[in-house]
């Protein structure tokens, strides 16, 4: 029924995204080499279309010794310089394409690597919608069924209203992860039992908090078909917590306040597949060639569907892997390793050796051991891991002995490293950061 009525007002309303969607499904079994070529003729499109129209581009790529029709070969792609938040924070208004108009580009705030707030905008022609339709298909999940989310942000009065409206007849729940105390997620838990939605959209952390609830004192509901984690590192720890307590699998998901749905999990959850006809992933090393498959390098991210503010090549700030091979579902979607938290999460020794990547993984030997960690780096150099232990605190010890001592290992034995079994970890917000370090940064 509610299924019915979302395709009815979608046929009405969302026509565009209704046909894209249907492309896409078709698009994501092409053949390999097909697959392969449309992401190619997708990237040059972008490209010329950013140098013809955006003023930043067109200097950009010209200051690196690119034509017109250099840009416009596929192959010259992946040469192109890259786009970085300071680029952004500089440009403003230079990555504006002049074919956009202002009702069109919807202004996207998010954090920039200096602290210094970067403004970007979403293009309100992408499909964006049908994104999410896609995504939520590869889990079983209808558009119009019931969902409940955790979410930094909260609804109430007209606004409230105008929400559940527009929904009508399909439920959404909402809990605020900021603040959130037993009684909101008491209440949050109860509705849950009550209205049964078959999906759960929230941050990691978010979550588990609500999972640790209701294994301490509620029941699971019933009915959740699917579990979804988005903005920060999903460590081993929380799956299996997430999983066990709800009964119910969890699907990592990559997705940015810049570029809206980037990759998700599908059931085999092994990798999550890239949106490869929308969005393009390179996985670059440190001189920004492109990284072996399985080997942890910068994430440069590029939206097919941003006309108006085009992001390209984009240096969004996370770190990870390609991963070779097909998957079992049969999509040809590129696929790409769990984000292995941030550039700004290095640890560094006094010698200057830096370790960032690898590092989410540490208690991988372990699995369940650990729910949840988060490294400490003082100004001093020293290293404390924060680890919340699972069921067994015995086990959990000396399984944060072994990590010491790979940690160490990694800072060639310079700095000292210790664990400490805490009840949860540091997270603002709902955000649990991967490493916390105090070691100035060299200018
Ligand atoms: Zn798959």
Not at 237 to 260: C, K, M, N
Request: proline share 5%.
């Amino acid at each position: 029924m509610k299924r019915a009525i979302f395709e009815t007002k979608t046929r009405l309303l969302m026509r565009k995204d209704r046909d894209a969607f249907r492309q896409m499904l078709a698009d994501e079994r092409l053949p390999p080499e097909q697959a392969r070529q449309l992401t190619d003729r997708r990237s040059a499109d972008i490209a010329v279309h950013a140098y013809r129209t955006t003023p930043f581009y067109r200097e950009h790529y010209s200051a690196a010794g690119f034509t017109e029709s250099d840009v416009a070969r596929a192959e010259n792609f992946e040469h192109l310089p890259m786009l970085t938040k300071a680029h952004v924070q500089d440009a403003g208004d230079g990555l504006i394409s002049t074919t956009s108009a202002g009702k069109d580009r919807l202004p996207s705030r998010t954090g920039g690597s200096t602290g210094r707030p970067l403004q970007v905008y979403n293009d309100r022609l992408a499909p964006t919608a049908a994104l999410w339709w896609r995504v939520y298909s590869w889990w079983g999940i209808h558009p119009g069924d019931d969902a409940a989310f955790i979410y930094r942000q909260s609804r109430s009065g007209t606004k409230k209203l105008r929400y559940d409206l527009q929904w009508w007849p399909t439920r959404h729940l909402l809990l605020d992860a900021r603040g959130a105390t037993d009684e909101s997620i008491r209440a949050f838990e109860s509705t849950m039992r009550r209205v049964r939605p078959r999906l759960l959209v929230g941050y990691v952390e978010g979550v588990v908090d609500y999972a640790e609830f209701v294994k301490r004192e509620g029941e699971a509901p019933e009915g959740l078909a699917a579990v979804s984690v988005t903005a920060s590192m999903l460590h081993p720890g929380q799956r299996e917590q997430i999983e066990s307590t709800l009964h119910t699998p969890v699907f990592d998901t990559y997705r940015s306040a810049e570029i809206p749905w980037i990759a998700a999990e599908c059931q085999a959850h092994e990798g999550l597949h890239v949106l490869s006809d929308r969005r393009r992933v390179d996985v670059v090393d440190d001189a920004a060639r492109p990284a072996a498959d399985g080997s942890v390098g910068e994430v440069l991210v590029t939206d097919f569907d941003n006309h108006a503010f085009p992001l390209i090549r984009y240096a969004i700030g996370d770190r990870t892997s390609v991963r070779g091979g097909d998957c079992r579902c049969g999509r040809t979607l590129k696929r790409i390793d769990h984000i292995e938290g941030r550039i700004a999460d290095a640890l560094r020794a006094p010698s200057g050796r830096a370790v960032s990547g690898g590092l989410g993984g540490l208690f991988n030997a372990w699995p369940g051991v650990v729910r949840q960690f988060q490294i400490h780096q003082a100004a001093d150099h020293a290293v404390t891991i924060r680890y919340v232990p699972g069921t067994d605190v015995q086990e959990a010890a000396e399984a944060a002995r072994a990590v010491c001592e790979t940690v160490a290992g990694f800072l060639g034995g310079e700095v000292p490293v210790s664990a400490e079994p805490v009840g949860s970890v540091e997270s603002i917000g709902g955000k649990a950061r991967l490493v916390i370090s105090d070691v100035p940064r060299k200018a």
